[in-house]
């Protein structure tokens, strides 16, 4: 292990972090051609989280910020995401409020460990949590964006493929799955991190 700072990965995480007021901006401009731009920034982002790891592995350069970092990166850009959906009215505020509470705790418990001079053990379902949470916030700028194009072709269409009832519920079920799974990695992160009996 190094205890080079600027390495390639650590780079890519920043990338990662840089990259989440870009997509938020395209986002909230809400016509098709920047919804589109914002999908391409949050993919580009969400690639950098599968390959930064790999990289730091690859070229034996993993860091003690790395691991910190990582996964603060992923944080800012799920929260980050999700929070403007729910400020622009497409979520439910509990659904994206579970999701908060338990990255802040999370990180709360690192920053905690780091202190401690140990380290808090990252779950395999962490990771995989981390991937549907993605995959749920990739298909909702695909739905809204499929919804705002439908809206620019037809101004005076007002059919189902454009009800905002039905979207938000596709919305609120997407979303409630990733907080099953978010729950469920919660939870293995008591159990992987519980202390130790004397």
């Known amino acids: 292990m190094r205890n080079k700072i600027l ?8 990338l990662r972090i840089v990259l989440v007021p870009l997509y938020l901006w395209f986002f909230s401009r809400g016509t098709w051609g920047s919804i589109v731009l914002a999908l391409i920034v949050f993919v580009t982002a969400a690639v950098t989280d599968l390959y930064d ?17 990582d996964p603060l990166a992923d944080k800012f850009l799920v ?6 959906f729910w400020l622009m009215g497409l979520v439910n505020v509990w659904l994206v409020g579970i999701i908060v509470v338990r990255d802040v705790w999370i990180t709360a418990m690192r920053v905690i460990a780091i202190r401690r001079g140990t380290e808090l053990k990252t779950s395999r379902d962490a990771k995989l949590k ?29 059919g189902q493929w454009v009800a905002l009832e039905s979207y938000l519920l596709v919305f609120n079920l997407l979303l409630a799955v990733a907080v ?17 009996k004397t």
């Open 79 to 84: 929260v980050g995401a999700l929070v403007q």
């Open 7 to 14: 390495t390639a990965a650590n780079m890519l995480t920043v």
């Open 53 to 69: 790891g790999w990289l730091a592995r690859r070229r034996k350069e993993i860091t003690k910020l790395g691991r910190f970092m």
């Open 130 to 158: 981390t991937t549907i949470q993605l995959t749920v916030i990739i298909a909702t700028i695909v739905l809204t964006g499929a919804r705002t194009k439908v809206m620019e072709l037809f101004p005076h269409y007002n």
């Open 180 to 196: 099953a799974f978010t729950l469920y990695s919660w939870f293995t992160y008591f159990l992987q991190n519980k202390p130790a």
